[in-house]
């Protein structure tokens, strides 16, 4: 079993930046890609970025320029840095461990950005 503890979410101005960190631990054999997700209220969850084993990375295009995504593969920890944070990234951002077995989310951790 795999277990996902996410920190860093919050309430920030527009603008701002946050930073959301997601430490995997438990039988980890073999991790494949670790991204972020989040869902908006009465919206379907999307992927907002993800890295891959080799460092590769995808965004969705309306974070491009604005997040990036990072990964400790010592640590198990991937990471979301957040700048120019705008209203409409409010959701509750949840993060996704892909492995060779199967896959687990985190449990969630709310993002709220004031106009």
């Known amino acids: 079993q795999v277990q996902l503890v996410e920190s860093g979410g919050g309430l920030v101005q527009a603008g701002g930046s946050l930073r959301l960190s997601c430490a995997a631990s438990?039988?980890?054999?073999?991790?494949?890609?670790m991204g972020w997700y989040r869902q908006a209220p009465g919206k379907q969850r999307e992927l907002v970025a993800l890295v891959t084993s080799s460092g590769m990375t995808h965004y969705t295009d309306s974070v491009k320029g604005r997040f990036t995504i990072s990964r400790d593969n010592a640590k198990n920890t991937v990471y979301l840095q957040m700048n120019s944070l705008k209203p409409e990234d409010t959701a509750v951002y949840f993060c996704?461990?892909?492995?060779?077995?199967?896959?687990?989310w985190g449990q969630g951790t709310q993002v709220t950005v004031s106009s």
């Open positions: 438990g039988s980890i054999f073999s991790i494949i890609n």
């Open positions: 996704k461990v892909v492995t060779d077995f199967d896959d687990y």
